[in-house]
């Protein structure tokens, strides 16, 4: 604790340094969860410091992502429920570099909030840990910002930077994804962090948020407001195990922009993932949503990950053993289509 650093002029203004050192201090515990081979120092100085092991890569090449969580954040505060948000900030960068086939080395965090309450910016912090815990990411380093007049003293905002680190040979890059090769879908643990000022709107959130709390016949007893603040699951783990063994010839993330925008990243000109309706798993929130908010089944598609949180191309021969080391690793993993030859990237039918 800097003992010393006080500004009584800066306090008046409406930031409390002294608040930010004891969020430190509470925060170094679990940070210290997230520690790996690569961590050189604790936090508190200027940089984070990694040491780098190639460890026998021929190239090796970094891979960075950086994301925040969206307006789930607002999710957060309205229940007063800071110690999962962190997972979502983690999940939405690891999972955006794995699917290069990168595994990540370290994360950073960025909070800013209208006031710093150290308990507080400690739960958020704990998020984060737990995140980099189950995407095997150390927490080097992060910046909490107090930002007083620019958003309430009880919102907060929340980002993250991740880096990984793959051999340039097996950068995933689609070039030898052909007809014939099968998408097979990773289910998701809920919304994730995607479609949230929809999902405020529908359930109108902002002008009834007690509605929020009551249980759900269609969301099996639970309430909505438990059900949207699902943790994002991160899938780095299950997909590097699944990299070891299958060919995998694309991976998508199912973020913002659903279906639609996400599965045609990982697509090459001339070919088309073709996705049978049927056989995706719709998780019940999606068909709640969709019924509370008259919304239409493409938009749907197009917005939400609908169960689907991340999906891989592989070869047909390699589905079973596909499933199996998913399965073994926890993942609900399950057919959704195939490759075929087309224009449209992707084909919902």
Do not use: W
């Amino acid at each position: 604790m800097h003992s010393n650093s006080r500004s009584e002029s800066y306090a008046a203004a409406g930031v409390d340094i002294t608040a930010g050192y004891r969020a430190v201090e509470l925060m170094k515990k679990h940070i210290a969860r997230t520690k790996n081979e690569g961590c050189l120092d604790d936090v508190g100085g200027f940089g984070g410091c990694f040491g780098l092991s190639v460890g026998g890569m021929e190239e090796p090449v970094l891979v960075s992502g950086t994301d925040g969580c969206g307006t789930k954040v607002k999710m957060a505060i309205l229940m007063d429920k800071h110690d999962t948000i962190g997972i979502d900030a983690v999940a939405m960068c690891v999972n955006d570099i794995i699917c290069v086939g990168a595994k990540p080395l370290f994360f950073l965090d960025y909070i800013a909030c209208g006031k710093n309450v150290p308990e507080k910016i400690a739960a958020i912090v704990s998020g984060v840990a737990e995140g980099c815990v189950q995407s095997g990411a150390a927490l080097i380093g992060g910046e909490t910002a107090e930002h007083p007049g620019m958003m309430p003293v009880e919102d907060y905002d929340l980002a993250g930077f991740a880096v990984g680190i793959v051999d340039k040979k097996k950068i995933l890059d689609n070039t030898r994804m052909k007809e014939g090769d099968v998408v097979v879908a990773l289910a998701s643990s809920g919304v994730h962090s995607n479609g949230f000022s929809l999902c405020r709107k529908v359930f109108e959130i902002d002008k009834n948020p007690d509605s929020l709390y009551a249980p759900c016949a269609d969301l099996g007893g639970k309430s909505i407001a438990e059900t949207l603040l699902t943790p994002t699951r991160i899938y780095v783990k299950s997909i590097l195990a699944l990299l070891e063994k299958v060919d995998v010839k694309g991976i998508s993330h199912i973020t913002g922009g659903g279906f639609y925008e996400n599965i045609p990243r990982s697509i090459p000109d001339g070919l088309c993932a073709k996705i049978d309706r049927s056989a995706v798993r719709v998780l019940p929130i999606f068909d709640l949503i969709a019924k509370t908010g008259h919304i239409c089944e493409r938009d749907m598609f197009n917005t939400y990950n609908m169960g689907v949180g991340m999906s891989v191309v592989v070869p047909a021969e390699q589905v079973e053993t596909t499933l199996e080391i998913l399965g073994a690793h926890g993942e609900d993993a399950y057919v959704i289509g195939k490759i075929v030859a087309g224009e449209e990237k992707i084909e919902l039918c």
